[in-house]
C-alpha cells in the first residue's frame, strides 16, 4: 500500500507526465503550421509517449491501493522564435522531468518503499534516455541554424521516428 504522502507524489506526477503530452502536441500543431512534417510526426509521438508514461504511474497507483487524483493541467505555450528554440524548451522540459523524477525516487527511499523505488528506476532510465536524444536533436540543431537544406535534412529524419512502447 502507498502512504499517503507517496500516493501525492505519484499523482503530481501523473498530471506532469499528462502535461509533458499536452506540451508536445502544441510542438505538433505548431510544426504542422510550419509545414514541416517530420518535427510534427516527432512530436505527435512524443505526445503519445508521455500519455503512456502518465498512464504506467496511474496504474501504479491503481495496483498499489492508492488514490487516483485527477489535477487540472495548464496550457503550454503555442509559438516558438525557430525549430531549434522548440527543441532547446523540450530539453529543458526533459530535465525539469528528470529533477521530478528524482526526487520521487528520493521520497520513496525516504519511506522505505522498496516497491515504488524498483518502479520508479524504470522513469529513471527512461529520463536519461530523453535527455540523450533531445540533446543530441539540439546539437544537430545548432549546426544547422537556419540551413534551409539542413532542416530539411532533420525534418526527414525526425520523421523516420517509430512509434512509442512503453513496458
Given at each position: 500500500?502507498?502512504?499517503?504522502?507517496m500516493?501525492?507524489a505519484?499523482n503530481?506526477?501523473?498530471?506532469?507526465?499528462?502535461?509533458?503530452?499536452?506540451?508536445?502536441?502544441?510542438m505538433?500543431?505548431?510544426?504542422?503550421?510550419?509545414?514541416?512534417e517530420?518535427?510534427?510526426h516527432?512530436?505527435?509521438?512524443?505526445?503519445?509517449?508521455?500519455?503512456?508514461?502518465?498512464?504506467k504511474?496511474?496504474?501504479?497507483?491503481?495496483?498499489?491501493?492508492?488514490?487516483?487524483m485527477?489535477?487540472?493541467?495548464?496550457?503550454?505555450?503555442?509559438?516558438?522564435?525557430?525549430?531549434?528554440?522548440?527543441?532547446?524548451?523540450?530539453?529543458?522540459?526533459?530535465?525539469?522531468?528528470t529533477?521530478?523524477?528524482?526526487?520521487?525516487?528520493?521520497?520513496?527511499?525516504?519511506?522505505?518503499?522498496h516497491a515504488?523505488?524498483?518502479?520508479?528506476?524504470?522513469?529513471?532510465?527512461?529520463?536519461?534516455?530523453?535527455?540523450?536524444?533531445?540533446?543530441g536533436?539540439?546539437?544537430?540543431?545548432?549546426?544547422?541554424?537556419?540551413?534551409?537544406?539542413?532542416?530539411?535534412?532533420?525534418?526527414?529524419?525526425?520523421?523516420?521516428?517509430?512509434?512509442?512502447?512503453?513496458?
Amino acid at each position: 500500500m502507498l502512504s499517503e504522502k507517496m500516493g501525492q507524489a505519484l499523482n503530481k506526477q501523473v498530471t506532469a507526465e499528462f502535461y509533458s503530452s499536452y506540451f508536445y502536441l502544441g510542438m505538433h500543431a505548431y510544426f504542422e503550421s510550419k509545414n514541416l512534417e517530420g518535427f510534427a510526426h516527432w512530436m505527435r509521438f512524443q505526445a503519445q509517449e508521455e500519455m503512456m508514461h502518465g498512464m504506467k504511474l496511474y496504474d501504479y497507483i491503481n495496483e498499489r491501493g492508492g488514490k487516483i487524483m485527477l489535477q487540472p493541467i495548464d496550457q503550454p505555450p503555442g509559438d516558438w522564435d525557430s525549430v531549434l528554440h522548440v527543441f532547446e524548451k523540450v530539453l529543458e522540459h526533459e530535465q525539469k522531468v528528470t529533477a521530478m523524477i528524482n526526487n520521487l525516487v528520493d521520497l520513496a527511499l525516504d519511506e522505505r518503499d522498496h516497491a515504488t523505488n524498483g518502479f520508479l528506476q524504470w522513469f529513471v532510465s527512461e529520463q536519461v534516455e530523453e535527455e540523450s536524444n533531445v540533446g543530441g536533436i539540439v546539437n544537430k540543431l545548432t549546426m544547422v541554424q537556419d540551413d534551409l537544406s539542413g532542416l530539411f535534412v532533420m525534418d526527414q529524419e525526425l520523421g523516420k521516428r517509430l512509434p512509442p512502447t512503453v513496458e
